[in-house]
Nanobody, 122 residues
């Protein structure tokens, strides 16, 4: 699976962005999908994940209620809608595909996109 993340940019605090991750190659609908982020000097951290059938979602506590993950299997795309953005959300955001069950740990994911940068100004 090849993953291409897009939609990052510069936004003011309180604003919104929608990230997209387009997949190509193997059957997209068979994969659980996740979003992770990495800020400068920090480890990569879990943001959100969605099961292969879209029936289960999970979120990091820091984004719960502000971010929404969704998928469109017809478009082979997973989205991350980010609202009420805060400067603490500034990071490079990565999408990833997991052949296994829904997971919050990076090591569980088999394929990674190249990342898209999100900068939230105060």
């Amino acid at each position: 699976v090849q993953l291409q993340a897009s939609g990052g940019g510069l936004v003011q605090a309180g604003g919104s962005l929608r990230l997209s991750c387009a997949a190509s190659g193997r059957t997209f609908s068979a994969f659980a999908m996740g979003w992770f982020r990495q800020a400068p000097g920090r480890e990569r951290e879990f943001v959100a994940a969605i099961s292969w059938d879209g029936g289960r979602r999970c979120y990091a506590d820091s984004v719960k209620g502000r971010f929404t993950i969704s998928r469109d299997d017809a478009k082979n795309t997973v989205y991350l809608q980010m609202n009420s953005l805060d400067p603490e959300d500034t990071a490079v955001y990565y999408c990833a595909a997991d052949r296994g069950p829904l997971s919050v740990t990076p090591i569980s994911y088999d394929y990674w996109g190249q990342g898209t940068r999100v900068t939230v100004s105060s």
